[in-house]
């Protein structure tokens, strides 16, 4: 492990990082989304979470709008983002000239996405400590779930991040070709409404989404009310989004502009 940190491919991974934070902070726009969305959008589903009989489900205000806050983190902190960077990296030609150095191409597309994930990951201490003291949503009762569920969500929400920007011409259609997947986990994975709310029907079929299983994980941590079986559900659903994401990003993934 420390070898990894401190060894050549963590001082490139380091480098390239800082590269990418300091060009995420010259783009106001990219900045406003990754850090006002996740902390005003959860603000709007508060009106209709207190319309829910939130106890018959086994859950609370601060547990729902908890799993709201890091779902909109990993949309737009994350996933929505970094499909502009990789984007505007690779029309701008830069992601051509790394290939032309050191970095290896997961070296480049993980230094990238670094400050992006780090971002989302303090985004969710933050919303975690905040529900916990404001909402009276208490300390995680499975802490190891919400922490596998935050982590499978980073890591898959880079990967899908990758993946979209294959197929992204330029950074102003980015937002386009994202939105699919944004407002499909929002309505479906239980960001906006808790799939316990859902038809039986609806709710299995929705469980299979992309960041169902993340999203599941973090509630199911707070509450501790899954069960082995369906811990084990979600993470191999997890996983098999997961490795098909980084598959199809490895075998479609566009390292220069489309012309």
Do not use: H
Not at 66 to 90: E, N
Not at 228 to 244: D, N, P, R
Request: hydrophobic fraction near 55%; include cysteine; glycine fraction near 8%.
């Amino acid at each position: 492990m420390s070898a990894v940190v401190f060894g050549p491919v963590g001082r490139r991974l380091r480098a390239l990082a800082q590269a990418e934070l300091t060009l995420l902070g010259r783009n106001r726009s990219a900045v406003v989304m990754a850090l006002l969305m996740p902390l005003s959008l959860p603000l709007s589903v508060r009106p209709a979470v207190d319309q829910m009989d939130l106890k018959a489900k086994g859950l609370s205000v601060g547990t729902v709008m908890l799993t709201a806050a890091i779902g909109f983190s990993f949309l737009f902190a994350v996933y929505t983002s970094l499909v502009s960077a990789y984007v505007a990296r690779r029309e701008e030609l830069v992601l051509k000239r790394l290939r032309t150095g050191e970095l290896d191409d997961a070296e480049i597309l993980t230094g990238t996405a670094l400050p992006a994930v780090c971002l989302g990951f303090a985004q969710a201490v933050l919303f975690g400590v905040g529900c916990a003291v404001l909402l009276d949503a208490g300390a995680p009762r499975a802490p190891y779930l919400t922490v596998l569920g935050l982590l499978s969500g980073l890591v898959l929400c880079a990967a899908l991040a990758a993946l979209t920007a294959s197929f992204t011409r330029t950074t102003e259609s980015a937002q386009i070709t994202a939105a699919p997947l944004v407002f499909v986990s929002m309505f479906g994975s239980g960001i906006m409404i808790p799939t316990e709310f859902l038809p039986d029907r609806l709710a299995s079929v929705c469980e299979l989404l992309p960041l169902s299983p993340a999203i599941r994980l973090v509630r199911g941590g707070w509450t501790g009310q899954l069960s082995a079986y369906e811990v084990l559900g979600a993470v191999v659903t997890a996983l098999a989004w997961t490795v098909v994401a980084v598959f199809a990003v490895r075998r479609w993934f566009r390292w220069e502009p489309r012309r």
